[in-house]
């Protein structure tokens, strides 16, 4: 028999040319994936249950009995079929039957293993157990009778079963039949006691192991993955047990299986990166062959996670951002324009009327007014006729005036702070100039380019028109002042006279004072009034003045 163990793993070493390996297909979420010349497979992002096939490539004679791979990049630990041999304490009852058994398996390589049998080393094992009601018997198997697809070796020396007898120790029930037996003693015939069993009995073999001199072992030398073999003590000579016993079994153990017919290794998911998956093919032993396959695995990053795209999505939205920003000033600036051009056409409308007015109705009552008064020094008419020739021309000039100053107002070449400032000051000196009131003016910071309104305008001359007109018709004043500052866009006007004044508190007669009030609020100001009786009268007027866009 240890003969037949040298044949048998000797000749593994010599199929090493014959034992091709190849990465036979790549799976991933369900998908075959195209290997790039059997050398390289990428795959797609986040993949999952990715599953290599593998096997004898298809020039190979005799593949390798066993498997074993890794994937590098993502674990250092090599795989292998979960295979599974066991040794197991069955109990029989008188009729033979058995009643119940204890198992213990044994899965891939002892502590210890070398891939050799004379330089391997043994792990012990001590196992108790109890006998249990109506065994008899016992019997010891070791097997390997595990999955089907189990290959490889189990070598059980030094078998001791005992039973505890309290205070006296213990009695030994069954012991290996080579623990008394010198190696070179050994003989091709089975021990007494023994026979090995199985679907192929001859897998059950005796080995020699260690070194000179060599000890005697039990082993399970398991080549074919579709049958397995088996050691066990004969039932007729089976130690007798009594239930209840306490028993204790020992041995020595070294292994190394695989399965014979595993030709797939999943994974649940692989992060971005490369890997290398690694196929090695092995002996029965567990020792390399020498047939070897590989296969280089990429899986990219994630699109949104590249450096490019970050960059590409950066450039988009800013590309955006500034698309979109262009359109709203583009928008803006297209309705600035029409603004604009609507109020280039409104001010050459103005500017229209004003010069119609100036140049036809202006003449026509200024003719009027040259007529009546010639006829009013006609003495060839009448007392009368000439008396209301006289009203006439009055009443011409007071209309040649109001239409000068609707025509100033209507003039959009005026909508600043200077041209008013300007006309202010000429309206007060007009008003005054039949009167024995003097005018003093002190204008300040009235700047050109502050664009006033015609409305605002219009409505701060009427209010001063008032101030003034309430000066001469009531306060008896000598002399009026009228100051003009702009400062931080806010026009201060005041018209102080020296008259004998008034109380604020006193009910007025007319609508001169709500009348400058209300127009000045129609326009965001404001009109507020101090006097004292002999002390002359203040009015203050105060008017954001909001820059206005002109068009050039």
């Not at 014959?18 to 075959?32: C, K, P, Y």
């Amino acid at each position: 028999m240890g003969l037949w163990l040298t044949v048998a793993v000797l000749p593994l070493k010599a199929m090493e040319d014959t034992n091709h390996l190849e990465i036979q297909s790549v799976v991933a979420n369900g998908q075959d994936v195209p290997l790039q010349g059997k050398e390289a497979v990428k795959l797609s992002s986040f993949p999952e249950n990715i599953t290599f096939h593998f096997g004898a490539g298809t020039n190979g004679t005799k593949p390798p009995l066993r498997l074993r791979w890794t994937l590098d990049g993502l674990e250092d630990a090599w795989h292998e079929g979960s295979a599974e041999m066991d040794l197991t304490v069955r109990f029989y009852n008188s009729s033979g039957d058995q009643i119940s058994q204890s198992l213990y398996p044994i899965h891939g390589e002892s502590t210890g293993w070398t891939g050799s049998l004379k330089t391997s080393s043994l792990t012990h094992r001590r196992e108790t157990l109890v006998v249990p009601p109506q065994a008899s018997r016992l019997l010891v198997v070791i097997s390997s009778a595990g999955p089907p697809d189990t290959v490889g070796i189990y070598v059980v020396a030094n078998l001791v079963v005992s039973k505890s007898t309290g205070n006296l120790g213990s009695t030994v029930l069954l012991q290996s039949p080579f623990d008394n037996t010198r190696a070179e003693h050994a003989s091709d015939d089975l021990p007494a006691g023994w026979m090995h069993d199985g679907t192929r009995p001859s897998m059950a073999s005796i080995v020699k192991f260690g070194q000179e001199p060599q000890t005697m072992a039990f082993a399970i030398l398991d080549t074919d993955p579709t049958c397995h073999g088996e050691w066990h003590n004969i039932f007729e000579s089976a130690p007798l047990v009594t239930p209840g016993d306490s028993l204790v079994v020992e041995w020595n153990e070294m292994y190394s299986m695989g399965l014979g017919n595993y030709h797939t290794a999943i994974y649940d998911h692989l992060p971005a990166g490369h890997y290398r998956f690694r196929v090695r093919g092995l002996d029965v032993m567990g020792s390399l062959t020498g047939a070897e396959a590989a296969i280089s695995v990429f899986v990219p990053v994630p699109i949104w996670k590249t450096p490019w795209f970050w960059a590409i999505a950066v450039i988009g939205v800013t590309a955006l951002m500034v698309g979109i920003s262009r359109y709203f000033v583009w928008h803006r600036m297209r309705r600035e324009m029409e603004r604009l051009k609507h109020q280039r056409a409104l001010e050459q409308e103005r500017l229209r009327i004003a010069h119609d007015i100036h140049d036809d109705l202006g003449a026509r009552v200024t003719q009027i007014s040259l007529l009546s008064a010639m006829a009013q020094d006609n003495s060839d008419f009448p007392d009368k006729a000439r008396a209301d020739f006289d009203r006439i021309s009055k009443m011409s000039r007071e209309l040649v005036s109001a239409l000068y100053e609707t025509v100033w107002a209507v003039n959009p070449e005026n909508d600043n702070l200077e041209a008013q400032g300007n006309y202010l000051c000429q309206m007060v000196n007009q008003l005054c100039e039949r009167t024995p009131i003097r005018c003093r003016f002190n204008v300040l910071g009235l700047p050109h380019e502050i664009q006033v309104s015609s409305q605002t305008r219009h409505n701060i001359n009427m209010a001063v028109k008032e101030a003034v007109h309430n000066v001469i018709k009531h306060s008896a004043a000598t002399e009026i002042t009228v100051r003009m500052a702009y400062a931080e866009g806010l026009l201060n006007i005041s018209i102080e006279d020296n008259g004998s004044g008034f109380k604020p508190d006193a009910k007025m007669s007319g609508h001169g004072v709500s009348n400058m009030k209300q127009r000045l609020a129609n326009v965001g100001g404001s009109c507020s009034i101090e006097s004292q009786s002999g002390k002359g009268t203040t009015v203050l007027i105060r008017l954001a003045i909001k820059p206005v866009e002109h068009a050039s």
